[in-house]
């Protein structure tokens, strides 16, 4: 049973928005995350989002990126701002039956469950 459906990637342009969207009704009120990885490279997180929408977010995005649940739908957001083409990659939702996300949001081993992934392609 498929627990995370992720949609909203696509290719931009640098500098372009994209808007990735995870449904669930399983984990909206646990701790739930973005992770991306690029071929060749391991994953890594993104950003992360708690039971009381306490954010945490990778260096490299700050400023740029925004996470955020919709209680009502069900839905993780991430909305990228001021794409680059660094950011490309398969961005993955992840989630974790826990409320709080804690220092180890970054850490792949921690989430019980992912969804399938969505690409984006950022060209310069």
């Known amino acids: 049973q498929v627990q995370l459906v992720e949609s909203g990637g696509g290719s931009v342009q640098a500098g372009g928005s994209l808007r990735l969207s995870c449904v669930s009704a399983t984990y909206i009120n646990y701790c739930m995350a973005w992770f991306r990885q690029a071929p060749g490279k391991e994953r890594e997180g993104v950003a992360a989002i708690d039971k009381d929408s306490r954010t945490s977010y990778a260096d490299s995005v700050k400023g740029r990126f925004t996470i955020a649940k919709d209680f009502g739908k069900n839905t993780l957001y991430l909305q990228m701002n001021s794409l680059k083409s660094e950011d490309t990659a398969m961005y993955f939702c992840?989630?974790?039956?826990?409320?709080?996300?804690?220092?180890?949001?970054?850490?792949?081993?921690?989430?019980?469950?992912w969804g399938q992934g969505t690409q984006v392609t950022v060209s310069s």
């Open positions: 992840a989630a974790v039956s826990a409320y709080w996300c804690g220092g180890g949001w970054n850490v792949p081993g921690r989430y019980d469950d």
